[in-house]
């Protein structure tokens, strides 16, 4: 069964310091999503993505995130300065089309940011 | 508005009793309420999902019920089992542009054996 995949699973990084989260979705899906979810709580949406754009994107993602599609298949989420509060499970997702509701999550990256 | 309350934050269940877990939502413009069933230290799966148009649905020993009207809905877990255990999320969706999901503050579930 096709499944969406992260990498790294875990990422240890300093203050201040950039990070790439990558994730693979699935392949002939359409839609992709970044979602986030510190240590016991809600999972909460980030970004959204279609066509090379952002679709929608949340208050929390502000001028430090950016997401990319840099090939047919990679999907990446990088954030350019990593603040202590960035510490949190990061999801990837992706769904087939916008009229599709099924979204599929990865396993997820956690970020601890030291 | 964009919210979508959960309860119970946690609960606990005998092996073969239901669980039930219950959610609200205000904004009407919600079309598409899925389930989510997380276990520790993995994404988040999809477990059930319901469109307003109807005011349940089934899928095997899980059950949504949709009150349109009170803009609530709940998951049902008949004869719960110590498998079950894990966090259940209840989400919501908005057709636009983005999707976005909007999720409940999760509900930990333990089935005692």
């Known amino acids: 069964e096709p499944e969406v995949t992260q990498t790294p699973s875990h990422q240890v990084t300093q203050m201040g310091q950039e990070v790439i989260l990558r994730c693979v979705p699935i392949?002939?899906?359409?839609?992709f999503y970044w979602y986030r979810q510190i240590l016991g709580q809600k999972v909460e949406f980030l970004v959204s993505?279609?066509?090379?754009?952002?679709?929608?994107k949340s208050e929390i993602f502000d001028d430090q995130f950016s997401v990319e599609r840099p090939d047919g298949s990679n999907f990446t989420l990088k954030i350019r300065s990593t603040k202590l509060e960035d510490s949190a499970m990061y999801f990837c997702?992706?769904?087939?089309?916008?009229?599709?509701?099924?979204?599929?999550f990865g396993p997820g990256t956690r970020l601890t940011v030291t | 508005q964009q919210q979508v309350k959960q309860s119970p934050q946690s609960l606990i269940v005998q092996k073969g009793g239901i669980s039930i877990i219950n959610c609200a939502y205000e904004?009407?413009?919600?079309?598409?309420f899925p389930w989510y069933q997380q276990f520790p230290g993995k994404g988040p799966a999809l477990l059930i999902a319901?469109?307003?148009?109807?005011s349940e649905k089934k899928e095997g020993r899980f059950t949504i019920s949709f009150n349109k009207s009170a803009k609530q809905f709940s998951l049902h877990i008949m004869d719960s089992q110590p498998g079950d255990s894990a966090t259940y999320f209840c989400?919501?969706?908005?057709?636009?542009?983005?999707?976005?999901?909007?999720f409940g503050e999760g509900t930990q579930l333990t089935v005692n054996p």
């Open positions: 997702a992706s769904t087939r089309d916008l009229y599709s509701y099924e979204q599929y």
């Open positions: 319901i469109r307003p148009d109807v």
């Open positions: 392949s002939n899906h359409l839609y």
């Open positions: 993505f279609y066509n090379n754009e952002i679709s929608e």
């Open positions: 989400a919501a969706r908005i057709e636009t542009s983005g999707s976005r999901l909007t």
């Open positions: 904004n009407t413009a919600f079309d598409y």
